[in-house]
Nanobody, 124 residues
Framework: VQLQASGGGLVQAGGSLRLSCAASGSTFSLYHMGWFRQAPGKEREFVAVISGSGTSAYYADSMKGRFTISRDNAKNTVYLQMNSLKPEDTAVYFC??????????????????WGQGTLVTVSS
């Protein structure tokens, strides 16, 4: 599966952005879809993941209540709605896909497919 992330940009603290990740090349609903992010000078970290059917979703603790992951299998797209953004949310955001196993998987090495990343910058 090929992944293409989009929707990043510059936003003020407290604002919102919605990221999209379009998939092509395979049966989208077979894949658990995750979002990760990498801030400058830091390691990539887990943000959220959603099951292939869209019925289960999990979040990193710092994103709970602010971020929402969703998917539209008819459009082969996964979304990350980000609200109440903070300067510390500034990062390159990556979408990733994996097949099989439990949905809740934080380890990036478990994801076999990655998008190119989209930059989110939150100004104070």
């Amino acid at each position: 599966v090929q992944l293409q992330a989009s929707g990043g940009g510059l936003v003020q603290a407290g604002g919102s952005l919605r990221l999209s990740c379009a998939a092509s090349g395979s049966t989208f609903s077979l894949y658990h879809m995750g979002w990760f992010r990498q801030a400058p000078g830091k390691e990539r970290e887990f943000v959220a993941v959603i099951s292939g059917s869209g019925t289960s979703a999990y979040y990193a603790d710092s994103m709970k209540g602010r971020f929402t992951i969703s998917r539209d299998n008819a459009k082969n797209t996964v979304y990350l709605q980000m609200n109440s953004l903070k300067p510390e949310d500034t990062a390159v955001y990556f979408c990733a896909a994996r097949v099989g196993g439990v949905t809740y998987q934080l380890r990036e090495t478990s994801y076999g497919y990655w998008g190119q990343g989209t930059l989110v910058t939150v100004s104070s």
